[in-house]
């Protein structure tokens, strides 16, 4: 019920933007006049295909292409990287900000357990668990590499960026991590969820740079999917 109500809050928000209010005059820095009603376009895709229970990944997929396509002449003038460039010591700070997140996951992490455990995992969680060695492989990668470039892309560089610049990063960061959480679509896992994208917006205002939630995001799946398979 949750998912469907959001999905429906998306479309609208989305449709709203799309065919009444030009998103270039809240978001000028960000979108162009040329592009402006994308972004309508975006949400309410993201919406739509929730109701239709399209896979969410493929669909961010899509998105992000479009406006890679869209705002880069060419894939080479987009980087994850931005102004600033990666460096052992960034990843050390980064890993060290990880690890002291991570206490305060597996407090939320067992929260959840003791108070959610009669709902069901998300289905991913569960075709790793049930698929073959060679087909686990696809979705381990999948969780490493594509799923956090694509929806950090999305949550962090592109919607919260644009909820900021409304406003302000607290509640920017709070609404988008929410949506984070919930279009996955889990209520056992929501408050971990939520409170990962709040992480991820953080690392994204402290180091600048898409690569750190990305690393971030990369890291908690590769530690989830070893509690699962080792579970």
């Known amino acids: 019920m949750v998912g469907l109500t959001l999905s429906l809050l998306l479309t609208i928000f989305g449709a709203f933007f799309l065919l009444i209010e030009p998103p270039s005059r809240l978001v000028p820095k960000i979108v162009s006049k040329?592009?402006?009603?994308n972004v309508?376009?975006?949400i309410s895709l993201i919406g739509i295909s929730a109701i239709l229970q399209v896979n969410n990944f493929f669909l961010l997929?899509?998105?992000?292409i479009i406006y890679l396509l869209g705002k880069y002449k060419s894939f080479e003038s987009f980087a994850l990287m931005e102004e600033k460039k990666l460096s052992v010591a960034f990843l050390q700070a980064l890993l060290l900000s990880f690890i002291k997140f991570w206490p305060v996951v597996f407090i939320?992490?067992?929260?959840?357990?003791l108070f959610f455990s009669e709902h069901s995992s998300q289905e991913v969680v569960q075709a790793l668990k049930d698929s073959s060695f060679n087909k686990q492989w696809i979705i381990i990668l999948s969780a490493l590499v594509a799923a956090p470039i694509v929806e950090e892309f999305f949550f962090r560089k592109f919607l919260y960026r644009v909820l900021k610049f409304n406003f302000g990063i607290l509640l920017a960061a709070l609404i988008s991590s929410t949506v984070?959480?919930?279009i996955h679509f889990t209520v056992s896992s929501f408050f971990v969820l939520l409170l990962l994208g709040l992480f991820l917006c953080y690392t994204y205002e402290k180091y600048g740079i898409l690569a750190a939630p990305i690393?971030?995001?990369?890291l908690f799946n590769l530690l989830m999917i070893i509690s699962i398979l080792s579970g």
């Not at 040329?34 to 009603?37: D, F, G, T």
């Not at 997929?61 to 992000?64: A, E, N, P």
């Not at 690393?215 to 990369?218: G, K, N, Q």
């Open 61 to 64: 997929l899509l998105i992000m």
């Open 34 to 37: 040329k592009k402006e009603r």
């Open 180 to 182: 984070f959480a919930l």
């Open 40 to 42: 309508g376009l975006w």
């Open 215 to 218: 690393f971030s995001h990369s």
């Open 108 to 113: 939320f992490s067992l929260f959840s357990f």
